[in-house]
């Protein structure tokens, strides 16, 4: 690669086509677009008077809003979990009590063991500044083990795949969800099967649409609903283990066991359907953002473990008592009469199961954006006092594509039934993978705690994905067709993006040399006030570096500005500036750091504005008098080489990065885009 000089131009053209490097990525407030250029965070003057913890809601309304968005996915399940086991394609497990009672345990304990165990009670500690999710066991992983390099790509690589399977599971989830809702429909009445697809068309559109609104509105607006489905969920399953009390010894491990060890050919298939009552489990960490970790355990052991456990009871009873119930255990459960109230309700359930694993979407491509993974993204804060609810407009867009184009491929929620449980079951063996990683080298619990975690958990887990691989053929190779596609875009954005920073701090050069310039005599200045949006403090702004070296030209008065991001919703305006003289008072030159929460504005002029009465030298100016120069970095290809596809594909995902100049707020009058061009 080389790079040339390509002159200036107007503000309204593009700005940086390059986004910063990990440790340099930020988030938007609301209702600005993409990430600014940031330095590494570190803790502001006064930091102790900017706030305390990122949830600041009522602990009842957080508790109603997870309930409305992180468990629809999991809460769920009991539509469609249980009739896919003991279907056509599953055959061979038959309705005999050793075989209900062998289900319905494995049922329970998986949700026990995956689901309780290790997402709520212990994955959910390992928090990246109150996200979840498995790229925030990256990103704690990363800052820990800095110095193990080798160990370190290994960590980004598991968590790149994990992300792409994520990805794969928050496509399928919502078609699968309301397809098995709308397809109650059938139930009710046998000719309705042509409504099936068009009606879930029209739910799903509708979904997608009100994403912008934010989750905490989505949240309040779907809590009650779903806490009057999981109240129905126990309502029906009550009365038909009421029945049949005899089922409470489903309950019990050993008949998972024996059902195991005694048709373990029949139990491993059926181990494979097992898993769509734990989908949800990743969906529930990666929304820890949105609401905090006490809220979604209050709501998890309180409400929506013991309504899950009483239904799948229910119909276990049901399956029991009338083996022909296997073609629709769930909606069987009910009276009649009530068919139709409870596919309406259904309908609204999956609707709310489709919102977890939106939300989480939208997290998991927040931090690929902190990680270098993805380049910068239009992210929308939706909310002044919870710094996980976000809206991300390009992935909630391409969500929605994909989840029609399943639906027209599929057209049916037993098609998508194969193609569910590897994109769930990769995301949980990698998620504990990292944990134990995390757990081993970074917390350092005892060798005795992980083994029996990785035994317990991670044995399971090996076993469902083992189970789960003989769908590969049948469906499951979507999935993996998703994470192959996102992950191999992830990949290259990552050694692309590596190779354009490198280049591009080759260009500034480091700090020292601009002081040591400042101080030469062949440099003229001339007077002004040059503001330099800038990543870091330990290299020179290319525009400023630009402009000594073909110019030998440097302004009387230069600011370099570094936006740094705080957990926080809000920095006070005597908190956020903190102003380092670089190279003594008579070099002219400033730089300057403003602290902003996620529902500041990343608005460079006001924070030049709060700076300027503690600049020396610059007391009595005004910020009316500054002039802006932000780097714009062209990629092209080299002449004479080989434009292949990787070099193709990262160039057009730069392309498409969100415009610096926008996000910082400069205004267009005052601001000079000084270009350079890096061949690749």
């Known amino acids: 690669m080389n790079s040339t000089q390509a002159g200036s131009q107007p503000s309204a053209e593009r700005g940086d086509a390059v986004p910063p490097s990990p440790e340099q990525s930020g988030q938007s407030s609301a209702s600005t677009s993409g990430t600014a250029p940031v330095a590494p965070t570190t803790p502001p003057r006064g930091a102790e008077a900017i706030g305390a913890a990122a949830h600041r809601s009522p602990l009842a309304a957080l508790v109603l809003a997870a309930i409305g968005v992180v468990f629809g996915d999991i809460g769920t399940s009991p539509l469609y979990s249980m009739q896919t086991v003991f279907s056509i394609d599953h055959n061979d497990v038959q309705p005999t009590q050793g075989d209900v009672y062998g289900v319905i345990s494995m049922v329970f304990w998986s949700i026990a063991v995956i689901v309780?165990?290790?997402?709520?009670?212990?994955?959910?500690?390992?928090?990246?500044?109150?996200?979840?999710?498995?790229?925030?066991?990256?990103?704690?992983?990363?800052?820990?083990?800095?110095?193990?390099?080798?160990?370190?790509?290994?960590?980004?690589?598991?968590?790149?795949?994990?992300?792409?399977?994520?990805?794969?599971?928050?496509?399928?989830?919502?078609?699968?969800?309301?397809?098995?809702?709308?397809?109650?429909?059938?139930?009710?009445?046998?000719?309705?099967?042509?409504?099936?697809?068009?009606?879930?068309?029209?739910?799903?559109?509708?979904?997608?649409?009100?994403?912008?609104?934010?989750?905490?509105?989505?949240?309040?607006?779907?809590?009650?609903?779903?806490?009057?489905?999981?109240?129905?969920?126990?309502l029906l399953g009550i009365p038909r283990i009421a029945e049949d009390p005899a089922i409470l010894w489903a309950l019990s491990p050993h008949h998972a066991v024996l059902f195991l060890l005694e048709r373990p050919g029949v139990a491993f298939v059926a181990l494979g359907a097992c898993i769509l009552t734990i989908t949800g489990a990743e969906a529930l960490y990666a929304d820890m953002g949105h609401f905090g970790s006490r809220p979604i355990r209050l709501a998890w052991f309180a409400l929506v473990f013991p309504a899950l456990t009483v239904n799948y009871l229910g119909q276990g009873a049901l399956i029991l008592k009338d083996p022909t119930a296997i073609s629709s255990p769930f909606y069987l459960l009910a009276p009649a009469w009530a068919r139709l109230p409870l596919v309406v309700l259904a309908t609204l359930a999956t609707i709310i199961a489709s919102q977890a694993v939106i939300s989480g979407a939208f997290t998991v491509s927040r931090q690929a954006n902190r990680l270098g993974l993805l380049p910068r993204l239009t992210v929308i804060q939706t909310s002044r006092e919870e710094a996980g609810q976000i809206y991300v407009p390009a992935v909630n867009w391409l969500l929605f594509a994909g989840v029609l184009v399943l639906i027209l491929i599929f057209r049916s929620s037993s098609r998508l039934a194969d193609a569910y449980g590897l994109a769930v079951t990769g995301t949980f063996v990698l998620t504990s993978a990292l944990f134990l990683l995390l757990a081993r080298r970074v917390w350092h619990v005892a060798a005795w705690k992980w083994w029996f975690y990785a035994v317990l958990v991670g044995g399971l887990e090996v076993l469902y994905l083992l189970a789960n691989c003989t769908k590969i053929v049948s469906g499951g190779w979507l999935p993996l067709l998703i994470a192959l596609v996102l992950g191999s875009l992830m990949v290259v954005w990552d050694s692309g993006h590596r190779r354009v920073v490198a280049i591009r701090s080759g260009l500034e050069g480091p700090v020292e040399a601009l002081t040591e310039a400042a101080a030469s005599r062949d440099v003229v200045r001339v007077p002004g006030l040059a503001v330099y949006p800038h990543l870091s403090r330990t290299t020179t702004p290319l525009a400023l570096r630009d402009s000594l070296d073909f110019d030998g030209v440097l302004h009387e008065h230069n600011v370099i500005i570094s936006v740094i991001h705080e957990n926080v919703p809000h920095v006070r305006h005597a908190d956020r500036i903190e102003v380092t003289e670089v190279g003594g008072p008579a070099s002219g030159i400033h730089h300057v750091d403003c602290h902003v929460g996620f529902n500041d504005s990343q608005d460079v002029p006001k924070a030049l504005a709060l700076a300027l009465p503690r600049l020396h030298g610059l007391e009595d100016s005004c910020e009316a008098d500054a002039r802006y120069y932000l780097p714009v970095i062209q990629l092209r290809p080299r002449p004479g080489s080989r434009t292949g596809l990787r070099k193709r594909v990262y160039m057009a995902m730069a392309g498409n990065a969100a415009d610096g100049a926008v996000v910082l707020h400069l205004p267009p009058d005052r601001t000079v885009l000084v270009g350079a061009t890096i061949e690749l």
């Open 116 to 234: 309780s165990l290790k997402y709520v009670a212990l994955v959910m500690r390992a928090d990246n500044d109150g996200e979840g999710g498995i790229l925030a066991l990256v990103h704690l992983l990363r800052d820990r083990l800095a110095d193990r390099r080798r160990l370190t790509r290994t960590v980004l690589m598991l968590g790149v795949i994990g992300a792409a399977l994520f990805y794969g599971d928050s496509v399928i989830t919502p078609a699968i969800s309301v397809m098995s809702a709308v397809e109650g429909l059938q139930v009710v009445d046998s000719g309705a099967g042509s409504l099936v697809l068009p009606v879930s068309v029209v739910i799903l559109t509708g979904l997608f649409l009100i994403q912008r609104k934010g989750t905490s509105a989505v949240g309040r607006a779907f809590g009650p609903v779903m806490i009057v489905w999981f109240l129905v969920l126990v």
